[in-house]
């Protein structure tokens, strides 16, 4: 394989000036696949052991092909191995082509050993939540965009955070990406039902309230995806714990999101929408209810209209104390301070 050659010629380079000051390198992407065509370039990176290492590092094109030389630290490769990023399969899937002597090499495995762990169910949760987070700031953006190719371009980002949290989700990583995602996700184990569907529709669709709506539906179906793993594997918080005493305080919200809208302020009830929007779905959190239950507070805003937010955030209000009724969370409500004080001196 002809690309193979660079790589060659930098463990050529390293064998000669650099054995004291590289670790490892490492090949990945579509050679170690044998998935390659005329314009496929080389993936490859290496670990500098020394600064001077890093000299190695180098772009470059050959026969119209890029090459990167890509040097990445050991704190790199850490974040990899504890999934922070991405990008792990170049960790899990990568294929040592040099390594500087034992101890780099115990180091590598032990690295890609601990990426490679799927016992601990709960730090892939949080890194699915971390995923959610940020889809959902992406979905934020996208819906205030009405243009269709900047709805697309938020579109595809959100996509990005939502197939790694479903990734995360199977104690996995994305190999291949591109147009091998969808194909990818659908042979995991757990896949939203209506993945295929919603992720086509962002591709296929020229409508952006279809784009819109398929964007939504993707990030809810991971929301409700990690809700059903969390309740299998028994971490899923108590509900009356987490939302004890929690509507006495939102309550608060509620009026505020009322004033901002009796006194046509869109600046305000949108940031109070939103916050409402963000309380529930931190405090909804790894408990058995899904924020999906209550209605949107971000849809129904127009700037120039606040009637249908100030609707939808008394159906918001009145939605969550049916929960909580539901769910027999006790609300601590006094008529008069008369009844206050009755219950201070009762203390």
């Known amino acids: 394989m002809e690309r193979m050659k660079a790589a060659e010629l930098l463990i050529e380079k390293i064998e000669k000036d650099y054995k004291d000051d590289i670790a490892c390198v490492v090949i990945m992407g579509s050679t170690i696949y044998n998935d390659t065509h005329d314009k496929s370039d080389l993936d490859l990176y290496f670990i500098p052991k020394t600064e001077r290492g890093y000299q190695l590092q180098d772009v470059f094109i050959i026969d119209g092909v890029g090459y990167d030389f890509w040097a990445v630290s050991w704190e790199f490769i850490e974040k990899l191995s ?13 294929k040592v082509l040099y390594y500087g002597d ?25 890194r699915v939540e971390i995923q959610l987070k ?3 700031n992406l979905l934020f953006i996208l819906n205030e965009e009405n243009s269709l190719h900047k709805v697309r371009q938020y579109a595809i980002e959100m ?8 990734a995360l989700l199977n104690r996995t ?34 409508e952006v309230s279809s784009i819109k709506r398929a964007s939504k539906s993707l990030v809810k179906q991971l929301i409700n995806s990690l809700q059903e793993e969390r309740k299998k594997t028994g971490s899923s918080i108590d509900f009356n714990d987490a939302f004890g005493g929690y509507y006495e305080e939102l309550i ?9 809208c009796q006194t046509n302020d869109p600046y305000a009830a949108l940031i109070v929408a939103t916050e409402i929007t963000k309380e529930i779905e931190n405090g909804f959190k790894g408990t058995d209810v899904s924020p999906d239950e209550l209605p949107d507070l971000i849809e129904p805003y127009n700037p120039q209209d606040l009637k249908g937010l100030a609707s939808a955030g008394k159906k918001h209000q009145k939605a969550l104390l049916e929960i909580l009724d539901r769910k027999k969370v006790p609300v601590k409500s006094y008529e008069n301070f008369e009844e206050l004080r009755g219950a201070l001196e009762r203390k």
């Open 134 to 136: 940020e889809s959902q």
């Open 159 to 166: 996509i990005g955070a939502v197939t790694y949290g479903i």
């Open 102 to 126: 034992e101890e780099d090499q115990r180091k590598f495995q032990k690295l890609k050993e601990r990426a490679l762990n799927e016992n601990d169910r709960d730090t892939f949760f949080n």
């Open 252 to 260: 608060n919200f509620y009026n505020k999101l009322e004033r901002a």
């Open 82 to 94: 504890n999934h922070e990023l991405r990008i792990t399969s170049i960790l899990t899937e990568g």
């Open 173 to 206: 990583t994305i190999k291949r990406g591109r147009g091998k995602l969808k194909n990818e996700i659908l042979q995991m184990a757990i896949v939203p039902k209506k993945f295929e569907r919603d992720y086509d529709t962002v591709f296929i669709s020229n």
